[in-house]
């Protein structure tokens, strides 16, 4: 009295092809039946005795597609399972797939709290971090919607890098990029209330990584282990270390975590001396050396020290890139400060500057994430506006039309019209552009709300005869690689931007 | 009184609870012994009314559901302090104080009974007001007693939680919920306070380890005034099953689930309300908590297009076991409904939306289901 269940894990995005998922079948009574994983898109084949189901269908971001199933005796049966259902855009599915973060806001990026929102990247050389230019070739735009974006950069290899956001009204904020071939980044307004204003998406584009990086920051240990055994997925991770260190480090935080040091072999020690610019890998050897000290005093006394060594080695590498890694530093530091009554200055001096760190940490993401000025100047009242104008920055959505200017897409004075060319306005030298009617728009956010707010005739695309191209051209210029902002108005004026189709 | 339920001395695995609530603060704006605090910011702390409603509201739970505890209820002790002018009701006979040397002592003979078997669940909650610096510190009724080291009256948390691992009982569990007004960069010293135990960091954490901390920037984002804060809203939303899951047993909260969920159920509680928060949890393994029926879920129930609507009738129908059918005009439709399988439909009375229906498995802590209806 058997039939089989076909359900089609449906997904639109190319980015999240791969993204693991797990199907859980129950009976009306709501017991467990059977459980196993399966990817995306994909198929996944149970045999079931004839009957009513609950399928439960999760990402390892908690969201979950659950619907109802029958299964008759000697049929075949398939149910389509609609994860795209859990992304409000195809581009994003792989951030909805794979982090745990706030649902889709009401809020789009062309809200006034976004005025001029942008974003930079750092990257940490002998002298230590500073803004790195992006060129057009190391970065692109994978989706570019009023309700996020979503890119793919290529950082410099083996080096730390940090990823900057901040606006008019969003305080400059670090989050920490795994170092990747492409690194995945979606940036989309966070709900109201929210703690800070966008939300910021990162991943490596690992997916089986990330999958166990989420399940550990969601505190789904249980869900972990699961994926492990399924995948045996640590111990790889860890052995292909010199490959992918990010890798490795989350590896080795869920053997920490789960306590299963054995596994952790030799690994930890070598990742921490093999990747030396990375802090994640003499934290998770510092941790396996405490677990390891106990019984003989001596042995415990040369372990802590060691321990002590690693904790001290993983601070001055700066921070490390999980927030895991964070609060074991913190732990350890503070172990080791209480232990020697404080007289211990070395350690007390990391501790502090952990918890600078920690402070202004976001716990809730998994990456490291903090409100700072700059990397090394965590902060937990950070500055807001735009970065000085020497340093190489790009704006996520809307852009001040005073930039433009200022960056000589649009010289002053140049004639614009709308679509269907029965509106006209002129772009001023400060960056206002007049309509005829005399109302004034400052960004292509405002033109935007205001429209979408139904005030009257006001066109959102405008185009620029003089230039043959669009005002939104103009605009994409300075969202799709990165610029320093200029103080006065250049004298080359509309050379730099491509001529469109208009 | 302060043991609402008196230590049975049993050496059967028990849940253990320890439960403060702070929120009259002696020596700090409107307290009974108030005076001008001047080191640091401290004197920007106030009275709070929320964290001993919080601690009774919690408090009031495990007394309740103790029938329904994986780990039978061993002993409950409530230590409060009350805002002057608060009119809270307090239980017969209790008697209030959370002064440091009361949480002390508290802890350390709730610390021993939940040393005596290692199956004992240990759970330490705590309510009022903290802030961070090298770790969190958690601000006892008597904080700034001491003029010049009012943190004589705070308690090192994080340290006291690394200490605790060294405890017998598996499973220990730490809610902490702070209402943070002092910044650490407000702080220019690291303050000056101590554990409640010393702490080996060589001893592994617990095998069944839950610490969910929050700490709201104000008392704004803390709670509402005179209520129970959002945090403990939340807390107490997924013991009663927003965080539960079906096992063979029936549905079930287990420490796992409750860090995997409380995120989104604080979102729920607080965004309902006009309210924020943020919460971070700390976990190793997951184990059962307690045993619940199965639990009510949000439903939102609507069509697409958004202009279908006001025109559908919307239908709910249990498949096997659930509630009652219940029908409605118009949509999106708000509901509050037994987890388990049902049918969602929409019909309309012309031809200008599509009917539709659809099977929905409705499963904690939410869910949103929306039926195409396009012509």
């Known amino acids: 009295m058997t039939g089989r269940l076909r359900l089609e894990l449906q997904s639109h995005g190319n980015e999240s092809a791969g993204i693991p998922v797990r199907v859980e079948v129950m009976d009306p009574a709501m017991r467990p039946v059977a459980a196993v994983w399966g990817q995306t898109p994909g198929q996944v084949d149970l045999s079931l005795e004839a009957g009513l189901y609950a399928v439960r269908v999760a990402v390892a971001s908690g969201r979950n597609v659950a619907l109802v199933a029958r299964v008759n005796d000697e049929e075949d049966t398939t149910l389509p399972v609609p994860l795209y259902d859990l992304s409000p855009h195809e581009g994003h599915e792989w951030a909805y797939f794979t982090q745990p973060m706030a649902r889709p806001s009401h809020r789009t990026l062309a809200d006034q709290p976004y005025e001029g929102a942008w974003l930079r990247l750092w ?41 900057q956001t901040g606006g008019a009204q969003v305080p400059w904020r670090c989050t920490a990029l795994p170092p990747a071939d492409g690194i995945f980044v979606m940036i989309k307004p966070a709900e109201t209330g929210a703690d800070y204003p966008l939300d910021v998406v990162v991943s490596s ?24 055994r399924e995948a045996r997925i640590a111990e790889k991770m860890l052995f292909s270390k010199m490959a992918d ?69 993983a601070s001055a590498r700066g921070f490390p ?50 409100l700072a000025v700059a990397p090394e100047r965590p902060d937990e009242e950070p500055r807001m506006g735009l970065p000085d104008d020497a340093e190489p920055m790009m704006f996520v959505y809307d852009v001040p039309f005073q930039e433009i200017v200022r960056q000589g897409l649009i010289p002053p004075g140049s004639r614009l019209v709308d679509l269907g060319e029965t509106v006209e306005a002129v772009m001023e030298e400060d960056g206002t552009l007049r309509l005829d009617d005399g109302r004034a728009f400052h960004g292509q956010g405002e033109l935007e709300v205001g429209a979408a707010a139904g005030e009257a005739e006001i066109p959102v695309a405008w185009k620029i005869p003089s230039l043959g191209a669009w005002l939104d051209d103009a605009a994409d210029v300075l969202r799709s690689r990165s610029f320093s902002r200029i103080p006065e108005a250049r004298e080359d004026r509309g050379d730099a931007l491509p001529a469109g189709e208009a | ?94 008697v209030p104080g959370a002064a440091r040397q009361a949480i002390e002592e508290a802890y350390a003979a709730w610390r021993e009974r939940c040393d005596r ?148 159920i604080l979102a729920m509680v607080a965004g309902a309300e006009g309210g924020s928060g943020r919460c971070s949890c700390s976990t190793t393994g997951s184990t059962p908590l307690v045993d619940v029926d199965a639990p009510i879920v949000p439903v939102v129930l609507a069509c697409s297009p958004q202009d279908a609507n006001p025109a559908a009738t919307l239908s709910w129908t249990p498949i096997g076991q659930g509630d009652g059918a219940l029908e409605r005009l118009g949509g999106p439709w708000r509901l509050e409904t037994t987890a388990g399988m049902y049918q969602a439909a929409a019909r309309f009375d012309d031809d200008r939306f599509r009917a539709a229906e659809a099977h929905v498995l409705a499963t904690p802590p939410r869910i949103t289901r929306t039926l195409p209806c396009e012509p």
Not at chain 2, 172 to 185: E, L, P, V, Y
């Open chain 1, 123 to 163: 990257q940490h050389e002998d002298e230590g971090w500073r803004p790195m230019p992006i060129p057009e070739a190391d970065v692109e735009r994978l989706s570019g919607g009023a309700d996020g974006i979503t890119y793919r950069f290529r950082p410099p290899a083996n080096r730390p890098c940090l990823l």
């Open chain 1, 205 to 228: 584009g690992n997916w089986r990584v990330q999958t166990l990086l989420s399940l550990l920051r969601r505190g789904d240990t249980a869900g972990a282990r699961d994926w492990d």
């Open chain 1, 245 to 313: 260190p990010t890798a490795a480090a989350v590896g080795g935080y869920f053997l920490l975590r789960i306590r299963d040091f054995a596994r952790l072999r030799n690994w930890a020690n070598n990742l921490a001396n093999w990747i030396g610019w990375m802090a994640d890998g003499p934290i998770i050897h510092a941790w396996q050396l405490f677990a390891q000290a106990d019984g003989d005093p001596e042995r415990r006394e040369a372990l802590t020290a060691q321990a002590r060594a690693r904790l001290l080695e």
């Open chain 1, 321 to 370: 890139l999980y927030t895991e890694g964070l609060r074991l530093l913190r732990d350890g530091l503070l172990g080791l400060h209480r232990t020697a009554k404080s007289e211990d200055r070395e350690v007390e001096a990391a501790l502090i500057r952990v918890a600078e760190y920690l402070s202004a940490a976001d716990p809730s993401l998994p990456t490291t994430t903090f």
């Open chain 2, 1 to 94: 009184v302060t043991l609402l339920v008196p230590d049975d001395g049993a050496h059967d695995a028990r849940t253990h609870a320890l439960v403060i609530g702070v929120g009259g603060y002696r020596h700090l704006d409107g307290g009974l012994e108030e005076f001008e605090q001047v080191l640091e910011h401290v004197g920007l702390l106030r009275q709070l009314t929320s964290p001993p409603r919080s601690a009774l509201a919690f408090a009031a739970w495990l007394q309740d559901r103790a029938p329904r505890l994986r780990t039978p209820l061993g002993s409950l002790e409530v230590l409060l302090s009350v805002a002057p002018g608060d009119d809270l009701k307090l239980p017969s006979g209790f």
């Open chain 2, 117 to 264: 078997h290692e199956d004992n669940v240990a759970v330490f909650f705590f309510c009022g007001h903290g802030l961070e610096k090298a770790e969190q510190y958690l601000l006892a009724e008597d904080f700034g007693a001491n003029k010049l080291n009012p943190w004589a009256g705070a308690v090192a948390i994080d340290s006291t939680r690394l200490g605790f691992n060294a405890c017998r009982a598996r499973t220990q569990c730490f809610f902490i919920d702070a209402c943070r007004n002092i910044t650490s960069r407000m702080l220019l010293r690291e303050p000056q306070a101590t554990a409640l135990e010393v702490f080996d960091h060589t001893t592994p954490e617990s095998q069944f380890n839950l610490t969910a901390k929050a700490a709201a920037r104000n008392e704004e984002a803390f709670g509402p005034p005179r209520g129970v804060s959002w945090f403990t809203q939340a807390l107490l939303r997924a013991l009663d099953g927003a965080a539960a899951r079906p096992g063979d047993r029936g549905w079930t909260v287990e420490t796992g689930g409750i860090a995997a969920h409380i995120s989104e």
